[in-house]
């Protein structure tokens, strides 16, 4: 079995509050930390995820605008 990581557990913690509340629930600072953490994960393999990785670093990049631009 592949090691988790911090970093593994970290995007598994946030994407748990986004699924169960949005991406509203976060600030700014963990929206930010999970578009890093979702970018560096690999879903090359599998087309689906790749296309699921897309989708929700495209809805967390809106997020962080609105944020930033309050």
Same mark, same amino acid.
């Given at each position: 079995?592949?090691?988790?990581?911090?970093?593994?557990?970290?995007?598994? #913690? /946030? !994407? #748990? +509050?986004?699924?169960?509340?949005?991406?509203?629930? /976060?600030? /700014?600072?963990? !929206?930010? @930390? !999970?578009?890093?953490?979702?970018?560096?994960?690999?879903?090359?393999y599998n087309k689906k995820a @790749?296309?699921?990785? $897309?989708? !929700?670093?495209?809805?967390?990049? $809106? $997020? +962080?605008?609105?944020l930033e631009e309050r």
């Amino acid at each position: 079995m592949d090691h988790i990581t911090d970093e593994d557990r970290r995007r598994i #913690e /946030l !994407l #748990e +509050i986004v699924s169960k509340n949005g991406l509203k629930a /976060l600030n /700014l600072s963990e !929206l930010t @930390q !999970l578009r890093v953490l979702v970018e560096k994960k690999d879903y090359s393999y599998n087309k689906k995820a @790749q296309k699921s990785k $897309a989708r !929700l670093l495209a809805k967390i990049n $809106a $997020a +962080i605008f609105d944020l930033e631009e309050r």
